[in-house]
């Protein structure tokens, strides 16, 4: 009975500090990243990207985050959300030079909510995430991610000044 009551006792203790962990910090910057801290709150960011994205000419493909669906089962953690982006263009394009490449596809920005209430724009930039796939896809595949760097900047750009 005391075997149980130490390891009751022990889970209680621990318990904030697993809730605590569901938010690592910020994303510090790394190679083939692009990071950009905001003065916007999260809402605000994640509509301006949504924007961004249309006005850029590319297409939200995919949703996800982990946010929504904590806060139902009692959770609250920070704002979090990433954003598949892409172009049929791109997707033909890059399918003639690597069908391995594709599997990359949509290419992800991720919007998260800050400690102190702003919002960080991040994204592993186009050429990086088609890197491993050079071999197969070329000088071709290699012009499509300088491409996508450019486009995605330019979205980045424009979510960010608002």
Same mark, same amino acid.
Request: glycine content about 10%; proline content about 4%; cysteine-free.
């Given at each position: 009975?005391?075997?149980? !009551? ?6 209680? +203790? ?37 924007? !961004? +994205? ?52 949509? +290419? ?34 290699? !012009? ?9 900047? !330019? +979205? ?7």
């Amino acid at each position: 009975m005391k075997r149980l !009551a130490i390891i009751i006792a022990v889970a209680l +203790i621990a318990a904030p500090l697993v809730l605590h962990q569901a938010s690592a910090g910020s994303i510090a910057p790394r190679d083939g990243w692009a990071v950009h801290d905001t003065g916007q709150d999260y809402n605000t960011l994640l509509k301006s990207l949504k924007a !961004a +994205i249309k006005a850029e000419g590319m297409f939200i493909v995919t949703q996800a985050g982990p946010t929504g669906a904590a806060k139902k089962r009692g959770i609250t953690i920070p704002g979090n959300r990433v954003i598949g982006v892409y172009n049929n263009d791109f997707a033909v394009r890059a399918l003639a030079t690597s069908t391995a490449a594709m599997i990359e596809a949509p +290419i992800r920005f991720y919007v998260t909510e800050n400690e102190d209430g702003t919002a960080s724009l991040s994204y592993k930039t186009p050429s990086t995430v088609f890197a491993p796939y050079l071999d197969e896809g070329g000088g071709e595949l290699s !012009a499509i991610g300088a491409e996508l760097d450019g486009i995605f900047a !330019a +979205i980045a750009a424009r979510a960010i000044a608002k």
